[in-house]
């Protein structure tokens, strides 16, 4: 009788080590289900965040790269809804808002698609560009009165190497004379005849193209920043001579009321001046 007792007993602790084992089994495997189903909306979210800032990325290069055309549209619509098959084909659709807000002057709304999930990005643009764009060596944002008075004057020799532009489109407002060139190209205001802005006397040369500037070079006051302590009356580098600032590496700017730089003259390191 105690045979059977412990018998009895044992089948029952079998059966239910069994059960244990087949519900820690089956929320194993439930688990590890739910675990690949949550990697894989994941993974779709990802994707439909990375097509969908692709997106916004491409509509703002666009309206950084032609503001006019944003503008003119904008001004007529509140909204534009962006129509390229590319962007369709990928899930993507784009729209620009126009804001009424002071802080922003339009917002890019971005939605990207990826089996079934969504994601939007929206970013807001303003007019006011956080630091200016410097493409070229040197940009001489006036406009120069006058022949007499013009907005650019090389002579002595003095060589620009690089790109030069200027919002100057007045008869002979650039002068370039004694052996004075610019290594590159010289870019002019814009629906001026370049031939009629420069004046070049002697053996002055350009040895890139003349051309006219592709929009007016303006760079708000809040863009520079705050000049520097340090004060001099005049910086001179006689001719031949030589300046050179070693900081090891680093940036000397200086506040100069007059900076002159002789023929062969030559700055090394960086020394931005605030004349």
Request: glycine share 8%.
């Amino acid at each position: 009788m105690r045979l059977k007792d412990e018998r009895g007993s044992a089948l029952v602790l079998t059966i239910i080590i069994m059960l244990v084992l087949l519900v820690l089994g089956s929320a194993l495997a439930l688990n590890s289900l739910v675990e690949v189903k949550q990697a894989e909306r994941e993974e779709r979210h990802l994707q439909a965040y990375y097509l969908a800032r692709s997106g916004a990325d491409a509509v703002a290069c666009a309206i950084e790269n032609h503001p006019e055309e944003f503008k003119t549209a904008l001004a007529t619509d509140d909204v534009i809804q962006i129509e390229s098959e590319d962007l369709e084909q990928l899930g993507i659709t784009v729209s620009v808002i126009k804001c009424s807000c002071q802080a922003c002057t339009c917002r890019v709304e971005s939605k990207g698609c990826a089996a079934g999930c969504e994601c939007t990005v929206v970013l807001e643009l303003s007019e006011k560009c956080l630091q200016p764009k410097f493409d070229k060596v040197i940009v001489a944002a006036g406009e120069g009165c006058s022949s007499d008075k013009p907005a650019i004057v090389l002579s002595g020799g003095a060589t620009i190497i690089g790109d030069v532009a200027t919002n100057a489109a007045k008869n002979d407002t650039i002068k370039m004379r004694g052996g004075s060139s610019i290594e590159g190209n010289l870019f002019v205001g814009r629906n001026a005849d370049p031939d009629d802005v420069v004046q070049m006397q002697g053996d002055a040369k350009v040895t890139g193209i003349l051309a006219n500037i592709n929009e007016e070079a303006y760079y708000p006051e809040d863009f520079w920043p705050d000049f520097p302590v340090e004060y001099d009356d005049d910086i001179v580098v006689n001719s031949h001579g030589s300046l050179n600032i070693n900081l090891n590496g680093g940036v000397c700017r200086r506040r100069v009321e007059n900076f002159e730089i002789g023929k062969g003259g030559t700055v090394e390191n960086q020394l931005p001046i605030f004349a």
